[in-house]
């Protein structure tokens, strides 16, 4: 099987490139740096790269037999957010970012994977969502590539641990309870981490 094990370092017009391949991924696969996956052409790949490394629409990296594969942002279902004003949409990245969502920004949109919570939650905030199907590019990170707190859970989804505990509601008894957006209830005092 065909390996791909490196990015090319080099400017994409730094040299006449010959490209020999294509893979198109969506982010969820293009952020994960051990996978399976075929080139357009059918043929079965291999990916190993380091850890952290995410692979942008566009990259070109190095197979095992010397070709060149570009990397294309496979289109996929996303929510595209726009506000009246640049303050709303501050705002509206300002909640997402405390959920610790990937985002995408753009002139005067922001776009995310799909979730009816948030989507529920972007439109109490005046937003105006459109569902629409696009490659996804979210920011990086201010810190390099980052880290991730979420887990699997409910059925497939990513569970983010951080999300409800901005939420606190004061419980029988005058003591506070936190729960987060799935309704579970998580002692204040203890983060279970």
């Known amino acids: 099987m065909l390996e791909i094990r490196a990015r090319l370092k080099v400017p994409r017009n730094a040299y006449a490139l010959k490209i020999g391949g294509a893979l198109r991924l969506p982010f969820d696969l293009r952020q994960k740096s051990r996978l399976r996956a075929q080139l357009e052409s059918g043929e079965e790949v291999g990916v190993i790269l380091p850890r952290g490394e995410v692979l942008r629409g566009g990259d070109l990296v190095v197979a095992s037999d010397g070709r060149i594969v570009e990397v294309i942002a496979q289109p996929e279902p996303l929510l595209h957010v726009e506000c009246e004003t640049p303050v709303a949409l501050a705002r509206a990245a300002y909640h997402l970012g405390n959920r610790h969502v990937p985002v995408q920004v753009g002139d005067g949109f922001m776009r995310l994977a799909p979730d009816h919570v948030l989507e529920q939650m972007l439109v109490g905030l005046g937003a105006r ?3 629409v199907e696009a490659p996804f590019e979210p920011e990086a990170g201010a810190y390099g590539a980052g880290h ?8 497939g989804r990513i569970h983010d641990h951080h999300a409800g505990h901005a939420h606190r509601h004061e419980a029988d008894g005058g003591g506070e309870a936190a729960h987060d957006d799935c309704g579970h209830a998580h002692d204040p005092h203890s983060h279970g981490h």
């Open 148 to 155: 991730r707190h979420e887990e699997m859970g409910h059925g």
């Open 129 to 131: 969502v459109q569902r």
